[in-house]
């Protein structure tokens, strides 16, 4: 329904009546009741810092599950266990459902990528000033002491001695020790969830390795993700999807995720190092809709971001050729 905004013309007496037509945004409320985790409240008794505010993720866009009910199966993991892990291949939608999960839940996200050589002064802290009197938590202290999620991304790559340190928090213990700090004892506050995400360990996945035992064996949960479409599997849900977010036809959007199922068969067999996500899909979409013909717009997008080697892009261009035509 549109809303009716009043506007008194000056110096006339007269009235102007102006409707708009505004589409209403689904609140927190409606979206935890679509994913049914109303039941499941994991800032329970958790009281924001204002300090911490901004780390709390607004307007994540909403999550396509398809059946697969990955939102309620995390939330309910960090409701009764208080960690899980994400385990799927790249473009899945595992860092984004992260986002939604925290927003949904009103916690804030710390966020780690473990890819990167993240220093151990980085994630414990370190004492700074001319006569290093003065200490600075870092990102794991700061989540152990005020709560909220704590985001492991890219996990299988993490250091070892960041994985050990971790242990005690996860386990009955549920306490840091800050050996840079007086060997000071950091309980694990009691709204303090864990989320790890990784993709499975590969040859193709540089620097990944496989998960330490210990560590692996205090995710309680372990939640599967996988594509929309792949293979002989074709989603409707991701059909209508990239025909909204660019639209294009229908009949478009399902020939760009034929080519896209395809495509992800492949990478998973270990054929191609790359497989498209959604967004990929979205950037083809939208120059589609800009004027280009499909397979025009598969050079420019899907083509290109697959690889760099004339042989591989070879392939994706026969998948394209052969879905769409020239």
């Known amino acids: 329904m549109g809303n009716e905004i009043r506007v008194r013309a000056e110096g006339t007496g007269a009235r102007l009546t102006v409707k708009l037509s505004v589409t209403p945004k689904v609140g927190v409320d409606s979206l935890k009741a679509k994913y049914g985790v109303t039941?499941?409240?994991?800032?329970?008794?958790?009281?924001?810092?204002?300090?911490?505010?901004?780390?709390v993720p607004k307007n994540s866009p909403e999550y396509v599950e398809?059946?697969?009910?990955?939102?309620?199966?995390?939330?309910?993991?960090?409701?009764?266990?208080?960690?899980?892990?994400?385990?799927?291949?790249?473009?899945?939608?595992?860092?984004?459902?992260?986002?939604?999960?925290?927003?949904l839940s009103g916690l804030p996200l710390w966020e780690i990528n473990c890819g990167l050589q993240t220093s151990v002064y980085d994630l414990f802290g370190r004492f700074v000033g001319l006569g290093k009197e003065n200490w600075i938590d870092g990102q794991l202290v700061s989540w152990c002491r005020y709560g909220g999620i704590l985001y492991l991304d890219e996990a299988n790559m993490m250091k070892q001695d960041v994985a050990t340190r971790l242990n005690p928090l996860l386990d009955t213990r549920g306490h840091l020790v800050l050996n840079e700090k007086d060997n000071e004892v950091i309980p694990r506050h009691p709204n303090g969830y864990v989320i790890i995400s990784m993709n499975p360990f590969a040859s193709e996945f540089a620097g990944t390795k496989p998960l330490n035992a210990a560590f692996r064996?205090?995710?309680?949960?372990?939640?599967?993700?996988?594509?929309?479409?792949?293979?002989?599997?074709?989603?409707?849900?991701?059909?209508?999807?990239?025909?909204?977010?660019?639209?294009?036809?229908?009949?478009?959007?399902?020939?760009?995720?034929?080519?896209?199922?395809?495509?992800?068969?492949?990478?998973?067999?270990g054929d191609l190092p790359y497989a498209p996500s959604v967004g990929d899909l979205v950037n083809w979409g939208v120059?589609?809709?800009?004027?280009?013909?499909?397979?025009?717009?598969?050079?420019?997008?899907?083509?290109?971001?697959?690889?760099?080697?004339?042989?591989?892009?070879?392939?994706?261009r026969r998948i394209v050729q052969m879905v769409i035509g020239k």
Not at 68 to 91: D, H, T, W
Not at 237 to 262: G, Y
């Open 287 to 316: 120059l589609v809709a800009d004027g280009l013909t499909p397979t025009a717009a598969a050079e420019e997008t899907i083509v290109a971001v697959t690889s760099d080697e004339a042989e591989i892009r070879g392939t994706v």
């Open 39 to 55: 039941k499941y409240d994991l800032g329970q008794g958790y009281a924001l810092p204002e300090s911490l505010k901004a780390l």
């Open 66 to 103: 398809s059946g697969n009910n990955y939102v309620e199966r995390i939330i309910r993991a960090l409701y009764y266990f208080k960690q899980a892990a994400l385990i799927g291949p790249s473009g899945t939608g595992k860092t984004h459902i992260v986002y939604l999960v925290s927003e």
């Open 217 to 269: 064996r205090r995710m309680s949960v372990w939640v599967d993700f996988d594509y929309l479409s792949v293979g002989a599997r074709i989603s409707k849900d991701e059909v209508d999807l990239i025909s909204k977010k660019a639209n294009i036809p229908p009949e478009t959007s399902e020939k760009i995720i034929r080519v896209a199922a395809e495509l992800r068969k492949l990478y998973k067999n």
